[in-house]
């Protein structure tokens, strides 16, 4: 069977499951198994030994079961970095990247500037400015065992000097400041809409990383204590949720509140810095 042909094969499994985007998860998976690059797959005489196409229909299985992709390959690019993912946290996602980029926006002209990363889960946040500010010192805070051993195996495959620390905690619970960035990616699904979310959500990443009400209204709150004077908070929120956190910051008394939309045109990323 040639990579084309598995693909085709795979993309159409894939398909009567109702799996979305199924002909880019079917390249995914069998360039996976073949050890190629998906655009690799399209040059490739290879044909797939048995051994593969054994090793392809066990990994089909669990994406026809709505397991997350990024969990099956077991591990997703974000930003310039590939990390390691598992059921231990949240899958990496573009919006996530909008919430980079309003990190480096704010961070520009600082020289060694300090960053928190509140509910950092697999270190994505935390590792992606650490790589793309080089004088960056974070220390990155989770409540999670669990998430906190994977962002352990994700900063030991960074190249950031010893410049990021892992902290156990609740939200910023025992940390002090002053910090010149406060940045978190917090639990915004509300527990009703739990039901409703994909399967790729609800059946496989974790609840607590998910589900959460007003958690970053928490997190403004105590970001005040840590952040120095003029040093800027930037969060995630849900969809339809943006015009809320908006006018919530602005209560808690952050200036300049600003509200960014993602790849998708959905308001996700709010900002406001303190006095």
Avoid: K
Avoid at 35 to 56: I, K, M, P
Avoid at 91 to 114: H, I, K, M
Avoid at 150 to 170: P, Q
Avoid at 216 to 229: D, G, K, N, S
């Amino acid at each position: 069977m040639s990579p084309l042909v598995a693909v085709h094969d795979v993309e159409r499994e894939l398909r009567e499951a109702g799996v979305p985007s199924p002909r880019v998860d079917s390249e995914h998976l069998v360039a996976h198994v073949l050890g190629l690059t998906r655009s690799g797959l399209y040059s490739s005489d290879r044909l797939l030994s048995e051994g593969d196409r054994t090793r392809l229909g066990e990994l089909v299985t669990r994406r026809r079961a709505r397991e997350p992709l990024a969990y099956i390959l077991g591990e997703w690019g974000f930003r310039r970095l590939m990390l390691n993912v598992d059921a231990r946290a949240l899958v990496p996602r573009p919006e996530t990247e909008v919430v980079v980029e309003r990190c480096l926006a704010r961070l520009e002209g600082l020289s060694e500037p300090r960053i928190l990363d509140v509910g950092t889960g697999s270190g994505a946040i935390a590792l992606a400015l650490a790589d793309e500010v080089p004088a960056a010192r974070v220390v990155a805070v989770d409540l999670s065992e669990d998430a906190l051993a994977l962002a352990l195996e994700n900063l030991a495959r960074a190249d950031v000097d010893g410049r990021v620390e892992l902290r156990r905690g609740d939200l910023l619970a025992g940390v002090a400041g002053p910090f010149d960035l406060v940045v978190s990616n917090p639990p915004y699904v509300p527990a009703a809409e739990y039901g409703s979310l994909q399967p790729e959500i609800r059946l496989y990443e974790p609840y607590g990383a998910v589900v959460g009400d007003r958690v970053w209204e928490q997190v403004a709150r105590e970001a005040r204590r840590a952040l120095a004077p003029g040093a800027w908070l930037v969060l995630e929120c849900g969809d339809g949720q943006a015009a809320e956190v908006s006018a919530g910051l602005t209560a808690l008394g952050y200036e300049d509140v600003l509200v960014t939309p993602d790849l998708a045109g959905r308001d996700r990323v709010v900002e406001g810095h303190r006095p």
